[in-house]
């Protein structure tokens, strides 16, 4: 099954968007997150991403997904899938 | 008193628990270690410490994180230590505001403190002590500093009383307030944070008042509960950290940089191959053809020197016969593959510790999912290199009931090391100076197959949805040398104790089985013994894949079943026990009772072990996955068609390619 991915857009400082559209060395502040499941949408919380948390595009995984973020000074690794879920705000 | 050790998984859960206990334990440097809640006793008290599962959160996510979160909430500990990892502080607290919800008492172990300085991290264990109002202790489970000391607190039970201090906005505490007055019996505050977050679990004693105050606050935020809840816990946490922690300036760590070459897009996976690659040509390759010469010459003498031996004692000719060719032939088989098994052991429990096995599950991801399974099935496959049951039951870690199920039924694909012996054997005798380039084919061999039977499995029997992969990064950690040479050690002793053990008695019943007719008479030719028609029954199975009618190789990979290394075992005792001039124990011998295997047959014969159905021991852990005899016993049947039709394939396909026909 192949998801279809929308295009990503190159985000400038204050502009808003989804995870997936920061680059590398950007940094973003989350807004909210709209995850169809319930169970990952809770996971995501878990994990620290929450209102107002800052996030940095880390590490690309060799075959383009998954990616390692980096976020109350610890790594996390998600798809992209699930990064498309996550609104954000360009602070940097 | 009962004490539950509590933490995000890879904080240091294990090591805390080996440094508490004395006990040996398993450490590995990927989330989720801790299986099963295993228990101990403290160092010099009475009290019980039980290690539970690794959990960011108590609204688990996995399986295995239920059983945690089970424990901690309804089997009621004495005290839980919450064990933190100091370097991820913000995240790690999350669950501490969890735990303080609870009626229990929390004591918190600041964990990974030597890390402190070198990362230029400040942090004022008083201030968190008071603001959190509970008991905190940095210790170093590593190093060992603070451990005594945190013993000392329990046994003088000097934890501070949990007093629930309110860590939401105002309107929020006065919401959990008015639904904690409802409630009853234990967990109050806690229970009262799940109602209103709506969380499935408690959705049954959900009342009236909750749905209103629920609509209430959400009207007010625009949002949801739950996300208002983990909002506010975390600015708390923010709040908090920012009082007691401070940061040095960033520096390139070298995990960056050693992640610029393991996670480098063009080079991440040849370095993988290369490493798995190299692990099996220096076991079975290098350290292989090392040893197997003198150990051959060893196990000659010594069952020279013990048959001379008894038989001056006086001993019979079936007793002389029972321990030269029954015991020390099928144990001695067994135990001559203990160096590469070293070897084996060894490089896994460095992949593990190192932290380079949460790397594999995350450049494979991608790959896996494809494939219809989570990268994090790697860490079961890679567990199962070394021994299938630890493999079956690290899949518990899976979130996805259905991608466990299939790593539960692939992993015993992955050649065990009891399956090392089959291998070497095979491998040593028919590709000579190739043997670490075909042991390390039959790895590969071993991954194609379960990328294919993964892809199928997924398109025709679990068709559901596919998981999400939310995984921590841990830093690289040097491997610690005192855990590695335990590790290592340890499961080399278990080996060799199955050889002393299971193997041997099976040697045994092998030996009574070839040295007696069904009419019980013994010195029989072997071909006439009660194994011989056994054998003889099955060996149609067998045939098409060898090009031989061979009772011997028939009983041999049935006993498979009950260990691996048992098929070696059992090869090297039916050919000493046929070989007309009983002298070496070289099974594979021209002339003897395998002297009509060649290299293809071999490569086929071996392939059929890899894949058939695992022994006992790890078709116990596939029930215990699977949930059930039914679906276990589908599953081995499953395997073992596998392994027949891909045995007799190579068979066929090699014969045509090497002119055997
Ligand atoms: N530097 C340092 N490393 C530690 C400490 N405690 C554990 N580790 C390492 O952290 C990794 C994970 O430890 P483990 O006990 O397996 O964690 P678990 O997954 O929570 O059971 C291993 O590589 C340990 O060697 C510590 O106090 N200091």
Redesign the interface.
Known sequence: ?RERRRQRRRLRKGERGHLIDLQKGQVAKVL??HND?A??????????I????EIKI?????????I?IEL????????K??METIDIEVIE | MRIALVGNQNSGKTSLFNALTGAHQKVGNWPGVTIERKEGRIKGSKHTLIDLPGIYSLSPYSPEEEVSRQYAVEEKPDIIINIIDVTSLERSLYLTTQLLELDCKVIIALNMSDLLDKKGIKIDSKALEEALHTTVVEVSALKGTGIDKLIKIINENQVLDNVHLPIYATDIEKSIKKIEAELEGSHQRFVAVKLLERDPRYQKSATDLDQQLIKEIEEKYGLDTEEIIANQRYDFITELRKKVCTFGPRKVTITDRLDKVFLNKFAALPIFAAIMFLIYFLAVGVVGSATVGWIEELMEGLSEWVSGALENGGASEWSISLVVDGVIAGVGAILSFVPQLIILFLCICLLETTGYMSRITFFLDRLFRKIGLSGKALIPFIVGTGCSVPGVMAARAIENAEEKKMTVILTPFIPCSAKLPIIALFAGHFFGPNSGIVSASLYFFAVIVIILLAYLLRKFVFKGENSSYISELPEYKLPNFKYLFRDVSEKTLAFIKRAGTIILLCSIVIWVLLSFNWKFEYGVEVADSILASIGNALAWLFYPMIGHWSWEATVSAVQGLVAKEQVVSSMAIIAGLSEDVTEGHLILAEGGAFGYFNSVSAYAFMVFNLFSAPCFGALGAMKRELGGTKAMLKAAFFQTGIAWVLAILVFLVGSLLTGGF
């Open positions: 099954m909210g997150l499941s169970a990952v949408r809770r996971r995501l919380f878990d994990m620290g929450t209102s107002g948390v880390k590490k690309i995984a060799p075959l383009g997904d998954p390692d109350r000074g610890y790594e996390l690794c998600i798809r899938k699930d």
